[in-house]
T-cell receptor
Framework: GAVVSQHPSWVICKSGTSVKIECRSL??????MFWYRQFPKQSLMLMAT?????????EQGVEKDKFLINHASLTLSTLTVTSAHPEDSSFYIC????????????FGSGTRLTVV | DAKTTQPPSMDCAEGRAANLPCNHS???????VYWYRQIHSQGPQYIIH???NNETNEMASLIITEDRKSSTLILPHATLRDTAVYYC??????????????FGTGTQLKVEL
């Protein structure tokens, strides 16, 4: 149980275009979704926290106008990278807390974004 | 959330036990110890968590010292598929979740034949 489905698993886009990444909670309601970014050989860095029906909270140094987050329903959160540049190439991962103590958090499978 | 310290890398022979240490000397009384792992180019996977008692599940065992300042994750019979980065995280558990997880640098475990 507690699966977060993330799509696409990989995407290549041209500089200046926008890319949308979706995370869906399949068998539970995710009122909160965390979005992480991971550069090669580095750890996961939290970008922002989205809450259903309200504005996302961004970590320091993350441009909210560049990384648009929408959490319009209890099962879907999206991250849109706008006007993508090569330096935005990274591995993006979403995560949602479970409503029991055992797991803590469940993660999506990640999206590999390459901007050319 | 308390900071953790892990060795950057470890090697283990297949079939042997892998013992991954984690130091969390500033842990608070209400903070849990969580372990996750990340296989290359995948999302992190939950392994186990504990507060002060040792814990065991189908994946691993977690040994927490009596003073709670350190812990060890034990994979009893490591296989090649256990090769991954292992993250030790300490945080307060909140009913319904909601608190963010902060990842350190983790330990790259390489299981070899």
């Amino acid at each position: 149980g507690a699966v977060v489905s993330q799509h696409p698993s990989w995407v290549i886009c041209k500089s200046g275009t926008s890319v949308k990444i979706e995370c869906r909670s399949l068998d539970f309601q995710a009122t909160t979704m965390f979005w992480y970014r991971q550069f090669p050989k580095q750890s996961l860095m939290l970008m922002a926290t989205s809450n259903e029906g309200s504005k996302a909270t961004y970590e320091q140094g993350v441009e909210k106008d560049k990384f648009l987050i929408n959490h319009a329903s209890l099962t879907l959160s999206t991250l849109t990278v706008t006007s993508a540049h090569p330096e935005d190439s990274s591995f993006y991962i979403c995560s949602a807390p479970k409503h029991t103590a055992s797991y803590g958090y469940t993660f999506g499978s990640g999206t590999r974004l390459t901007v050319v | 959330d308390a900071k953790t310290t892990q060795p950057p890398s470890m090697d283990c022979a297949e079939g042997r036990a892998a013992n991954l240490p984690c130091n969390h000397s500033t842990i608070s009384g209400n903070e849990y110890v969580y372990w996750y792992r990340q296989i290359h180019s995948q999302g992190p996977q939950y392994i186990i968590h504990g507060l002060k008692n040792n814990e065991t599940n189908e994946m691993a065992s977690l040994i927490i010292t009596e003073d709670r300042k350190s812990s060890t994750l034990i994979l009893p019979h490591a296989t090649l598929r256990d090769t991954a980065v292992y993250y030790c995280i300490v945080r307060v558990w909140v009913t319904g979740g909601g608190n963010k997880l902060t990842f350190g640098t983790g330990t790259q475990l390489k299981v070899e034949l």
